[in-house]
Nanobody, 119 residues
Framework: QVQLVESGGGLVQAGGSLRLSCAAS????????MAWYRQAPGKQREFVASITSGGSTNYADSVKDRFTISRENAKNTVYLQMNSLKLEDTAVYYCYARIAVVPPPRAYWGQGTQVNVSS
């Protein structure tokens, strides 16, 4: 059984920083893309950032130059460093990963971690 467990959410003032972590555990053969999505109240889940196993990254325009995604392959962990946080960054942040227990890989989601940005 594969699990993705997020941590690092919380309450922060606008302009502040938070670092989210997501660790994958279980019988993992390989992990391809890892990513972060978020869902604000009353809105659809949206893409935030992704990183491939080789380190290539992609960001939503709304977070570019403020958020940085990184990963430690040896720890099966992905991070999201969030700087210059804005009120509109308030959301539940979900970790996503394409993981192969046996090939081919399939998608897994974490349970989500709440990020609240206050004025």
């Amino acid at each position: 059984q594969v699990q993705l467990v997020e941590s690092g959410g919380g309450l922060v003032q606008a302009g502040g920083s938070l670092r989210l972590s997501c660790a994958a555990s279980g019988s993992i053969f390989s992990i391809n893309t890892m990513a972060w999505y978020r869902q604000a109240p009353g809105k659809q889940r949206e893409f935030v950032a992704s990183i491939t196993s080789g380190g290539s990254t992609n960001y939503a325009d709304s977070v570019k130059d403020r958020f940085t995604i990184s990963r430690e392959n040896a720890k099966n962990t992905v991070y999201l460093q969030m700087n210059s946080l804005k009120l509109e960054d308030t959301a539940v942040y979900y970790c996503y990963a394409r993981i192969a227990v046996v090939p081919p890989p399939r998608a897994y989601w974490g349970q989500g971690t709440q990020v609240n940005v206050s004025s």
